[in-house]
């Protein structure tokens, strides 16, 4: 069966079906991560408190604190939307060669509702 044949049969308000609290779990075990990860990349201190490495993150991409909190909690959100749809329905779509599941644009359209362009 073709990716888009199998995405059609994924209703596309599957994350509706997600538990608030299983979502508010996974967003709080990955933050730490996504957090960390962001500042590693753009080479800021990545160690201290994360609020601290927020407010580094923050002072990078010259933002408020509040707005980069809030950019980090739907980078978040996502990221644990990610991870429940492949649990779901990864067994329904191709592994790569090292049996991961590889995200195409139409996947993370449907994962994430946002209307992203190929």
Known sequence: MLEEEILNQIPCNWADDIEKAELDDRVA???????????????????????KIIIRLAKAHGVTN?????SLKKTCIQSAKMDIF????????????NGELSY?????????GLPLYE
Do not use: C, N, W
């Not at 509040?66 to 809030?70: A, F, I, L, S, T």
């Not at 139409?106 to 994430?112: A, D, E, G, H, V």
């Open 29 to 51: 075990e990955i933050r730490p991560s996504v957090i960390v990860g962001f500042a590693e990349q753009l080479g800021l201190k990545s160690t201290g408190s994360l609020d």
């Open 104 to 112: 195409s644009i139409p996947m993370l359209k449907k994962i994430s």
């Open 86 to 97: 492949a649990e779901r329905y990864g067994h329904l779509f191709q592994k790569d060669e």
């Open 66 to 70: 509040k707005k980069e909190r809030e």
